[in-house]
């Protein structure tokens, strides 16, 4: 295995990927409301979510496209992590703000930039999804949260 650090030797990038959803106008709410995508309508009634220079495209009720992958993914069947671009600590009061359950974290994580710290969470399909933030790792971090009942609880 070669490892290249600094980029593809080729200029190769990652464009988009493909999820599968089971209701556009649920989808199109959380990926909007709770993760700041662009909705972007695709021909055939389809969307894709854009994040700056990368794209989810969603595969969902009524859609055919072609070609697809020999085993489309189901619903539920994705696992993302997109990078959050503050502390961690934001990352997870915006998603409780949202109503979104944080399953695990902040924990420590590696991600293309090194250390950084994590939250996971899920989509409404059940996809896992997770932020990761560099602004900060576990290992370095001192910052406290209130959880509102009077207690800190510590952000790794």
């Known amino acids: 295995m070669r490892l290249h650090f600094g980029g ?12 599968g959803v ?30 700056g220079q990368q794209q989810l495209n969603m595969h969902g ?3 055919a496209p072609s070609p697809r992958a020999r085993l489309p993914v189901p619903p ?9 671009p503050g502390p961690i600590a934001a ?14 974290g902040p924990v420590p ?3 293309v930039r090194g250390a950084g710290t994590s939250v996971y969470f899920r989509d409404p399909d059940g996809s896992l ?21 009077g207690e800190d609880r510590s952000v790794c």
Request: charged share 25%; glycine share 8%.
């Open 109 to 111: 994580r590696t991600g």
């Open 8 to 19: 593809s030797p080729t200029g190769i990038r990652l464009d988009h990927v493909v999820i």
């Open 22 to 51: 089971s209701s556009w106008e649920r989808s199109n709410s959380f990926y909007r409301d709770v993760l700041d995508a662009e909705i972007v309508e695709l021909p055939f009634g389809r969307y894709a979510y854009r994040f």
């Open 76 to 84: 539920g069947g994705s696992d993302l992590c997109l990078v959050w």
């Open 129 to 149: 999804l997770e932020v990761i933030s560099y602004a900060e790792s576990c290992e370095t971090s001192t910052e406290s949260l209130s959880s509102g009942e």
């Open 61 to 63: 009720p009524g859609s």
């Open 91 to 104: 990352a997870t009061a915006h998603l409780e703000r949202h109503g979104v359950t944080v399953e695990v």
